[in-house]
């Protein structure tokens, strides 16, 4: 029964989680130290403190942390920071680590009521009787040699200890092949990051969730359904040990096309400098689409938007761009750009002889977005693009200015626009002629290089299939660089900032300009257009 109605929240679904309590839910997200957190990360971790936050409860962050083969500090702060950046702050910050010897304890109590047993079946042969239904030749050792096993040579990973792991006494010929005696406890000589040596030996996910969850009093833990298999086995566990009823609540994993959501992959591509680091824009981390110019407020967004769904999604981009483009359109100031190759020069005969400068808005829909100065001068780049379809005699219109007659376009002999010439006509109605073209002024100074970069999937098949290996799959060139001008605004920017170039779309300043380097711009994909300007 639900306790009370859930407030505050502007989600398009409504969903209440079962037996949930105003203000006595508590949620948590769990990520192993292993990896950056990617955007599925980001799904599971805003959920959860939506449903903290809807209650009126708790949220715990909990490093997952029990695999020291895996994990890192280094990872563990990253998560910290990614979380803090998506507005994400637990009421508690825990560690698994922290219930090594409670768990310890509750192996042990399970071993004497013959509940555990240990087993030295090779691993190969242990896979097979587990999917064949067969039991293990250990499974009816006496409660005195599973302990002595357990306390003596795995707790000290002895040579004996090693070819030994614990397993749950559930079923071994169970339908739902996950209660057929899961593995609990595993040798690993590795020192942990944090408990260093202390132990050598480590609880499974399977063991350490469900206890460590009742432990520190969380009422809904919210499981991506690839685990619902294992959620009878969860309850066991409970059960089993006498520990408090956890709710179990099953929400789908998202994943993306073209896209690779596990951080052992994400690892390799870092691994194998195919990409600048956890962070390259090509990534799915927080970091990465961070970089790319997605914003905090299009990823909540979305992630809301999507809501708990219980089917297995796979996303197209676009969707998670193009809203992103409704947080950032209204605010990103826009300014000039032309592409460096065979830019061409527009001769305005009855322009200005010396540069002038009028104020305009950066934002023509939003006046808040402030003013910025535009150079007027009887000089403008224009793009090649744009040239090769002038027309001599055509009116046009150069935006922010007004309309030019051209009077010739001169071309090389393959055809090339080498330059422009014209004549101002600034009575004549912008919105009769045909093009509204981008330009800047042709003053040296004032002429800022830019490097506009586009980006590919990492993938090029949209769904890999079990078998398939990512390795085969790799797109060949991911990467597409554009030299270009901009217009003397973009001085101001600071890395991070989102703009957008006037018709060629939006940008975010990666790298300001240096010591002869032009600032690099990334595109931000809209959802809609494929940009390579
Ligand atoms: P990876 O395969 O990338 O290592 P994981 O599931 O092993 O992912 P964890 O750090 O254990 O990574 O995950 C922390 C939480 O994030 C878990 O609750 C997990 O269910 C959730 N999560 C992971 N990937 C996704 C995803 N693609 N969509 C939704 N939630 C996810
Ligand atoms: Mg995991
Ligand atoms: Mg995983």
Known sequence: STGGKKEGHKANFDIDLPGAEIGKVVTRFPPEPSGYLHIGHAKAAILNQYFAQAYKGKLIIRFDDTNPSKEKTEFEQSIIEDLELLGIKGDMLTYSSDYFQTMYDLAIKMIKEGKAYCDNTPQEQMRAERMDGIKSAKRDATVEENLRIFETEMKNATEVGQTYCLRAKISFDCPNKALRDPVIYRCNLTPHHRTGTAWKMYPTYDFCVPIVDSIEGVTHALRTIEYRDRNPQYEWMLKALNLRKVHIWDFARVNFVRTLLSKRKLQWFVDKDYVSGWDDPRFPTVRGVRRRGMTVEGLRNFVISQGPSKNII??????????????????????????KENVVTFNIADGPATPVMEEKPKHKKNPAVGKKPVYYYNKVLIDQADAELIKDGEELTLMDWGNVIVDKVHKDANGIVTSTDGKL????????????????????????????????????KDKLEEGDNFEDFITPKSEFHTLGYGDVNIKSLKVGDIIQFERKGYFRLDKQASEGKPAVFFTIPDGKTINRY
């Open 314 to 339: 796979n996303l197209d981009w676009s969707l998670i761009w193009a809203v992103n483009k409704k947080v950032i359109d209204p605010v990103a100031p826009r300014y000039s750009s032309v592409v």
């Open 425 to 460: 006509h600034l009575e004549g109605d912008f919105r009769k002629t045909e093009k509204k073209i981008t330009w800047i002024a042709d003053v040296p100074e004032q002429v800022m290089p830019i490097e506009m970069i586009d980006f590919d999937h990492m993938i090029v």
